[in-house]
Structures are given as structure tokens and as C-alpha cells.
């Protein structure tokens, strides 16, 4: 049986993308490149109390991603066990990309251009243009190629009904 994708299960698809951007954000510009930390332009980490402290807010920004793709995965399986459609790879993809794209322009429009919390690349020194390619590939690219991909595989197959299903 082929139908369109419900609601609820593309509104698990881009909770995942949220909380998986916050973690490739998180893992890749704080944790590898040390490019920022979430408080790096209030609190440039130059002293070991200033980057104890932006571990903290880092703490608490990891934390805050953790609870989003906790909570995807928890919409995800019971929409599933539901009997929900089940979206193709090519959409729920393309929903992890739209999901991964709002995070990157929300945070980058609310922590780098409205609060001023750090940016891209903060140190050695802060540098615009990071920031504006951030919004507009990490941002409204990965949005729109996200888009492309969902729209394009509408149909959807159903997931063996609750009886069918075998589980290990």
C-alpha cells in the first residue's frame, strides 16, 4: 500500500536533523576545530576559568541536542510501531537535512547575529564572512537541497502491520 507521509512522521524526521545539527555543530566547530564555544565572544577562552566556563554552556548546548534527538527518535519509533508509513530513505533524508539546516540558520541568526554569543570562527580572531556562509550553506542550503529531496519521493510504503512484524 502506498500513501503520502503522515505529520507526525516527517515532524520526527526534522526533530532528528534539529538535534543531530546541534551535535555535528557542537562536535565538529567546539570540539575538533576549537573555532567557538557558546559563550566564546562574551567569554573569550583565553584563561582556564573562561573555558571551564564555556564547557559548561557547551554542556548545557550538547545536552539540549541530546533531549532533541532523543525526542525524534521516541516519535520515530512510535509512529512506527503505529503503523505509520514509513517515509523512503530519499525523504526522511531529506527531512534530517531540512531539520539540520533550521537548526544551523536558527542558532546562526540567534547566537551569532542577535545575541553576539560567538561566532564561526571567533579566534584568533573574529571573521564576518564564516558567519554569512554558515547561514547561507549550512543554512538555507542544506534547507533547500532538504526540500528538493523530500519533494521529489512523495510516496511513501507501509510498514508491515504490529502482527506482522518480527522483532529480535
Known sequence: MV??????????G????LGLGGFVD?????QIFHWHNMGSAIVPPVTMDAMLRNMQWDGWFHAAA?????????????????GSPVPSTRVFTGLLLIGWGAFNLIEGLIDHQILGLHHVRDLPRYIPLYDWIFLGLGGVGLIALGWMMAAQAVRVRRPLAFAERRYY
Open 26 to 30: 557542537g562536535i565538529v566547530f567546539h
Open 66 to 82: 541530546w533531549l532533541l534527538t532523543v525526542t525524534g527518535v521516541y516519535w520515530q519509533v512510535t509512529d512506527a510501531r503505529r
Open 14 to 17: 526534522l526533530i532528528l536533523g
Open 3 to 12: 500513501s503520502s507521509a503522515l505529520p507526525s512522521t516527517k515532524r520526527a
